[in-house]
């Protein structure tokens, strides 16, 4: 019978899930088709520069809507809170037997999905521009051939991996410290900012603890190639990351999103 009822509150809380992640995607459809088509039009006008401007010059220029897309997230990050909570509505919804995490995962999920997406888009676009450039490089082309096989794609996936995890924990950051803000009376912009400041301060205190408390992890080594009139060598563990300190902070990120959810609950509570 107890297994029964953990099967059905796990689908309950599933169907509740879905239910607030397809609201909460919704909310952002506007924002997410606005940059999507800006992101597009941007590279597929990149993509027709190729071989009109110097060499490289429309790949560098790519890399724009990349560095841009993590501020915008921030602006998604703390208006997927913003608009329930200034119309009101976010205690209606709050109210529903649903815990806090629940809530708190249906929008970090939305504007990751949102995140990733125009990633996806730009990387995609600065792919292809890179693809058309290329051949402009008869250098380049070289150096790549010499490189053991997948040996890019690693690089690249791991330079993929670290730019979404970033832009995660960006999001994690702001979205707590929003939350945070709106359960004071007054002042809430500067209880925001002192917010991220203490978030700063635990994700460093974390990472240094995290050095003692996961040094029996292996640390993450990373490969790199050097370019001789010999041709291309590679240098085995050109860097060594200590493990422990990313650890710790993977589990800051963790508690960012139990206060939020803690923070959730609060406001309820509160109201």
Known sequence: MSARSAQGNAVALGRAF????????????????LFSVLIAAWDGYLLTRVRAWEPGLPLGLSFIPLAFIPFW????????????????????VLSAPVPGWIHALSKLA???????????LALGGTWSIAAATL???????????????????????GIVAVYWILGVGTILHFQAAYVASQLANRLQL???????????????????????????????????????PQGVQMLKDFLVVDSGPVLGCAVAEILFFVATAWLLQRAVEVS
């Not at 607030?20 to 952002?28: A, N, P, T, V």
């Not at 991220?196 to 996961?214: C, D, I, K, N, P």
Request: net charge neutral; aromatic share 18%.
């Open 73 to 92: 997230i921030i602006w998604d990050a703390i208006q997927s809170y913003r608009s329930e909570w200034h119309s009101g509505t976010i205690y209606f």
């Open 190 to 228: 500067l209880v925001l900012l002192a917010a991220l400041a203490v978030e700063q301060w635990v994700v460093w205190r974390m990472g240094g603890l995290g050095h003692y408390l996961f040094a029996w992890v292996p640390d993450f080594r990373f490969t790199a190639f050097n370019v001789t």
């Open 135 to 157: 051949p402009r490089f008869a250098d380049v082309d070289a150096w790549l051939s010499q490189l053991p096989s997948g040996y890019t794609t690693q690089v690249l996936l």
């Open 110 to 120: 939305a504007v990751a999905t949102s995140f990733t997406a125009q990633s996806a």
């Open 18 to 33: 879905r239910r607030l992640y397809r609201k909460d995607l919704e909310s952002l459809k506007f924002t997410l088709a």
